[in-house]
């Protein structure tokens, strides 16, 4: 009885699609839903639809421009470290050894 097995030879890697590294999926997507919002919103106010498609489509070309540009500079962890390197502080004071 000879069984076979495929070997996941993706784990352990970042998720990427279309290019898009790890969180830039979600931001991407996020920023997607938030501008379906956006024009349901513009619609129920009464402007007009040429105008919210317009802006629609202007804003997703800006979202997708910025995410793919922070994608290529940030990478899969560069925000989060960029962040993170933000939060620690510039000099770090010991008084201790100088106490009797």
């Known amino acids: ?3 076979v097995y495929t070997i996941n030879k993706g ?6 699609f279309k290019g898009l590294k790890a969180q830039w999926i979600w931001y991407l997507g996020g920023g997607i839903l938030g501008l379906l919002l956006l ?6 106010m009464g402007l007009p639809v040429v105008f919210c498609i317009t802006l629609i489509i202007f804003l997703g070309c ?11 500079r940030f990478g899969e962890y560069g925000l989060m470290k960029k962040m993170a390197a933000k939060a620690v502080p510039p000099v770090i ?7 009797a």
């Not at 784990?11 to 990427?16: A, I, K, L, N």
């Open 1 to 3: 009885m000879n069984s």
């Open 11 to 16: 784990v352990g890697r970042p998720v990427v």
């Open 39 to 44: 024009f349901t919103l513009l619609y129920i």
């Open 62 to 72: 800006m979202l997708f421009y910025l995410v793919y540009r922070f994608n290529a």
């Open 93 to 99: 004071y010991c008084d201790q050894m100088f106490r």
